[in-house]
Structures are given as structure tokens and as C-alpha cells.
């Protein structure tokens, strides 16, 4: 099985700080991570996916990057609604294991 | 408008089973998987399994393997995800969410999720 690691475990930012949250998998899954977002008592939010597609309707200030077991996901300038834990996910084979998630707080 | 749209809360006794249902609607039921996440209290996700709603095939992660059962009902758009022998630690909230067809299939709808409590 692929594990997948993220850091850090969580943050603290402001409003209109530049934030990046790193995924690690344990081997090559080549560009085949997405990445969600969740607020406390809600489902996930698909943000990313196959490492730099943003998502329909996802604001540009989210970007991802990354390739083989490094990857990463950038907030230009965060804002208000962005506070929030964040999930990488491998696609690369089953089971489709998450990262441990990343909150970003206040 | 695409929705999963789950069933309500259970409380559950250890040892028993659980069945939740996902209701889906708003695009062709046969054609994309449905998986199955939960999420323990305060915990991160914790990836389940797949049904192929068209084919009734069904993929499960090792450690539900046994007791995970997952069936659909096409009549009626609906997929379900049964689990039996519950623990304690199986307390979570359990989401159903669709897979999409593009690359990397991630899942781009989600069901409201199911919170599922284990008590004596």
C-alpha cells in the first residue's frame, strides 16, 4: 500500500498570507494526487486534481504542483473561507489512501 | 444538479451492523463508482472502498474485508454501504462520493455524510 505523509500537521496564518502544505508519498504515484478541502462538520471539497487541475469553480489562488512523491498545494493569499484542514489523496492504485490532513488556522 | 444525498444517523450496539444509504441523482447512475471514506471523531479520512454501480463490482480496503458489503439498486439511483461486527472504533461519519471520469478520478460530489455511533 501507498502511505501518504503531509506537513506541516498544522499552521497558523493570516489573511492574505502565502500558504503551502506538502504531500509525501512512500513511492512514486506519478502525477496522481488530488486535493480536498473540509470545514468542521462538512464533507470534503475537491480543490486539485492530477496534481494541477483546479477544480470547476475553484478560486486561482489555489495552485498544486509536483511529481513522482513530492507534491504540493499553494494558497497565494489566503483568505477567510480558506481556514480549513486539508486532505491529499493518491489515485495512483487501491486503496486510494488520504494524507493525515494539514489545518490551517488563525 | 448532481447531489448524494445519505441516509440519517444510527446508533448501533457492538456487534451489530450498519447499513447507510447514498441516494444519488442529477447524472447516469451506471456510469460513474461510487466510494465510501469515513472519518473518526476529530480524525483525518480513512478511504473504504468502491462499487461499480453498473456491474454491482465492489473493491474493498483490507482491513474491512469480511464485513464490508457494498450493493446498489439501480431502480431507484441508490448505492449501499453495509458494515457488520461494529466496534467501538468503528464511531464515525461515513460519506459516500462519486468518482469522476476525468484524469485521476477524484471525486468531485459528495454525499452529506452519516454519522454512525457504537454504544452498549
Known amino acids: 500500500d501507498i502511505q501518504m505523509t503531509q506537513s506541516p500537521s498544522s499552521l497558523s496564518a493570516s489573511v492574505g498570507d502565502r500558504v503551502t502544505i506538502t504531500c509525501r508519498a512512500s513511492?512514486?504515484?506519478?502525477?496522481?494526487i488530488s486535493w480536498y478541502q473540509q470545514t468542521p462538520g462538512k464533507a470534503p471539497k475537491l480543490l486539485v486534481y492530477?496534481?494541477?487541475v483546479l477544480h470547476t469553480g475553484v478560486p486561482s489562488r489555489f495552485s498544486g504542483s509536483g511529481h513522482g512523491t513530492d507534491f504540493t498545494l499553494t494558497i497565494s493569499s489566503l483568505q477567510p473561507e480558506d481556514f480549513a484542514t486539508y486532505y491529499c489523496?493518491?489515485?495512483?492504485?487501491?486503496?486510494?489512501?488520504f494524507g493525515p490532513g494539514t489545518k490551517v488556522e488563525i | 444538479q448532481v447531489q448524494l444525498v445519505q441516509s440519517g444517523a444510527e446508533v448501533k450496539k457492538p456487534g451489530a451492523s450498519v447499513k447507510v444509504s447514498c441516494k444519488t441523482s442529477?447524472?447516469?447512475?451506471?456510469?460513474?463508482?461510487v466510494h465510501w471514506m469515513r472519518q473518526a471523531p476529530g480524525q483525518g479520512l480513512e478511504w473504504m472502498g468502491w462499487?461499480?454501480?453498473?456491474?454491482?463490482?465492489?473493491y474493498f480496503a483490507q482491513e474491512f474485508q469480511g464485513r464490508l458489503t457494498m450493493t446498489r439498486d439501480a431502480s431507484i439511483n441508490t448505492v449501499y454501504m453495509e458494515l457488520s461486527g461494529l466496534q467501538s472504533d468503528d464511531a464515525a461519519v461515513y460519506f459516500c462520493?462519486?468518482?469522476?471520469?476525468?484524469?485521476?478520478?477524484?471525486?468531485?460530489?459528495w454525499g452529506q455524510g452519516t454519522l454512525v455511533s457504537v454504544s452498549s
Open positions: 462520493a462519486r468518482e469522476t471520469l476525468t484524469a485521476t478520478r477524484p471525486y468531485d460530489f
Open positions: 442529477g447524472y447516469a447512475f451506471s456510469a460513474y463508482h
Open positions: 462499487i461499480n454501480p453498473a456491474s454491482g463490482g465492489t
Open positions: 513511492r512514486s504515484i506519478d502525477s496522481e
Open positions: 492530477a496534481t494541477y
Open positions: 489523496q493518491q489515485s495512483y492504485n487501491t486503496p486510494r489512501s
